[in-house]
């Protein structure tokens, strides 16, 4: 809230149940190598080693 950022503008990206309540608050979600529940509740997910492959998701969004 201090930079105005809204939260419907960010992206969370998580692996577990843990991540859902941040999930639901974000615009968009990621599953990184996900639980079934991360999965479930996620926006996107992808198995990956690879961090930097979320960033494909981030183009297309952005092409929309």
Known sequence: ?????LLG???AVGDSES???VFMAC??????NGTDAAVEAA????VTDDLADILELFGS????
Not at 61 to 64: D, E
């Open 19 to 21: 991540d859902i309540d």
């Open 1 to 5: 809230a201090a930079n105005r950022i």
């Open 43 to 46: 926006s996107e997910c992808i």
């Open 27 to 32: 615009g968009r979600s990621i599953a990184l």
């Open 61 to 64: 969004w952005i092409a929309g």
């Open 9 to 11: 503008h960010c992206v």
